[in-house]
């Protein structure tokens, strides 16, 4: 079995930065594709950014510049730094992730979420 675990939320002021974590762990082969979604309330999840185990990266237009998506491959663990916070930017944010078992198969899984808070 694998799972995601998400570290790193919090409440912080506008203008504040936050880093959450992404540890995945269980029979993982290897991860292809780590990406970060976030759910803000009343409203559909979506893609923040994501990055490729070569570490090509994409953002959503609303972050660019603002945040930053990376991994550590030899220890399956994504981070998404985040700057100059702003109240649009408070969600629940998940981690997902494009992993191959020993079985060679890709599956994908999620996270828990972990709440982002920004407010002064």
């Known amino acids: 079995q694998v799972q995601l675990v998400e570290s790193g939320g919090g409440l912080v002021q506008p203008g504040g930065s936050l880093r959450l974590s992404c540890a995945a762990s269980g029979r993982i082969f290897s991860i292809t594709v780590m990406r970060w979604y976030r759910q803000a309330p009343g409203k559909e999840r979506e893609l923040v950014a994501h990055?490729?185990?070569?570490?090509?990266?994409n953002y959503q237009d609303s972050v660019k510049g603002r945040f930053t998506i990376s991994r550590e491959n030899g220890k399956n663990t994504a981070f998404l730094q985040m700057n100059s916070l702003n109240a649009e930017d408070t969600a629940v944010y998940y981690c997902n992730a494009d992993i191959v078992a020993y079985d060679r198969r890709k599956y994908r899984y999620w996270g828990q979420g972990t709440q982002v808070t920004v407010s002064s």
């Open positions: 990055i490729t185990e070569g570490g090509t990266t």
